[in-house]
């Protein structure tokens, strides 16, 4: 092909040094890769850019040489011209784009095609950039910075998400291990005779949610499920606050109001302004057969016999953790014989859109009477979700905890 001249208008000395005070991205570090049949194209090309502070320029010969030379070295530009034997430039483009390694590599047209039909032959390849030849030297050298400088500012920020992915993926197993692990329900189930089957999902990667169990002294188990105000990095910090706030009360869980009061006043002192908690915590006591809870401001707790076709639904009512630090709570009871089944959510369970309203907890309560009869909690509990999912869109972290009386 036939050499179109280059123009070294407006190229006064010293302004394309390799690295400006305020640059964010160390040019003289970019690596660009020059695809042009025409050597003295290539070799004026290369001047250019080694003017304007690119020190890392390879050069192809024409669209198979520059496939080829990609992998190794790996460059953040291609300068393309479009008109080439072998495998011109609009082919070379495209089958970049087919490869998912250099989808989102710039690709700079230079070329002496100037019509509007082939500059949008060229976008339609996938080129980035275009311009005409004959070439201006100080337009060329400060596409190539923008270009080089975008694609430095947006792998940065592909570094950014991929350790903030990581480091969040890290915060959702911290949060998991706050919960009850399979060897301690495990224990539960063979030393008291009571199963556990729960479901926790963050509506993001984090959430407000958790639960937890204590083994009391005498045969008792106590339990609590807690939703936090919000969701995400915010309401999963609170859990941890809160979960170590239980672990300190732990002694104090057998009186599941008391130990209600003495949450709330540790946690009305560590709360933002705005933020708060909803929890229920109760004990189940095998011996009487009872459920005996406090709510502050929770879902009401679903409780059933073998047999029944519905459920049970206790009281949630009360004020929610971290707005009062003086509130007291009520202790209430619910029925728990063997073979009973003892039912926890959060609210996402219940706010799930119907039409202009949502599916509240007497939606939700005929819902799990579908599923009662399910004689292993896990069945239960996977056949509720698959309900609850039918039922419309859950935007809200989900927590559900079904307690089984085994006997």
């Not at 291609?78 to 710039?106: I, S, Y």
């Not at 570094?159 to 993926?169: G, K, N, P, S």
């Not at 692990?181 to 009571?194: D, K, Q, V």
């Not at 073998?306 to 971290?322: A, F, H």
């Amino acid at each position: 092909m036939s050499s179109q001249g280059m123009s070294n208008q407006g190229m006064p000395g010293g302004l394309f040094s390799a690295e400006t005070p305020d640059a964010p991205f160390n040019l003289g570090q970019a690596r660009v890769l020059v695809v042009d049949d025409n050597r003295v194209n290539r070799h004026l090309l290369l001047a250019l850019l080694e003017r304007g502070g690119v020190r890392h320029v390879e050069e192809a010969e024409d669209g198979n040489d520059g496939l080829a030379r990609l992998d190794g070295f790996k460059p953040d530009l291609v300068l393309l011209d479009l008109m080439m034997p072998h495998l011109d430039g609009f082919e070379m483009c495209r089958r970049m784009r087919a490869d998912p390694r250099w989808k989102g590599l710039p690709v700079l047209v230079q070329s002496s095609l100037n019509r509007a039909e082939d500059r949008a032959r060229a976008f339609a390849a996938g080129a980035t950039d275009y311009v005409t030849k004959p070439i201006n030297a100080v337009e060329l050298v400060a596409r190539v910075r923008i270009h080089l400088q975008k694609r430095a500012l947006l792998r940065g920020l592909e570094q950014y998400h991929t350790q903030a992915r990581r480091e969040l993926a890290q915060a959702r197993r911290m949060q998991e291990k706050l919960m009850p692990g399979p060897a301690r329900l495990a224990e539960l189930r063979n030393t008291l005779g009571i199963a556990v089957d729960s479901h926790f999902a963050p509506s993001s990667e984090l959430g407000g949610d958790f639960w937890g169990m204590q083994c009391l002294s005498d045969g008792r188990v106590g339990v609590y499920l807690v939703d936090f105000s919000g969701h995400g990095v915010g309401a999963a910090l609170n859990t941890f606050r809160l979960h170590a706030i239980c672990q300190q009360l732990a002694p104090a869980c057998g009186d599941p109001e008391n130990f209600l009061a003495a949450v709330n006043t540790r946690l009305c002192a560590l709360l933002p302004s705005g933020q708060f908690a909803t929890m229920l915590t109760g004990i189940v006591d095998t011996e009487a057969g009872v459920f005996d809870y406090a709510s502050a401001g929770s879902t009401a707790p679903m409780v059933w016999a073998p047999g029944e076709t519905e459920p049970r639904l206790g009281d949630g009512t009360g004020l929610p953790l971290g707005l009062l630090a003086s509130m007291r709570y009520e202790r209430r009871s619910l029925p728990l014989p063997p073979g009973g089944r003892l039912f926890l959510y959060s609210d996402a369970a219940i706010e799930i859109p119907q039409g202009s309203d949502v599916l509240d907890e007497a939606g939700l309560a005929t819902l799990v009477g579908r599923h009662m009869a399910q004689a292993e909690g896990a069945r239960f509990l996977d056949g509720l979700l698959e309900d609850l999912r039918a039922a419309g869109p859950i935007d809200d972290d989900l927590t559900a905890l079904v307690l089984t009386r085994l006997g």
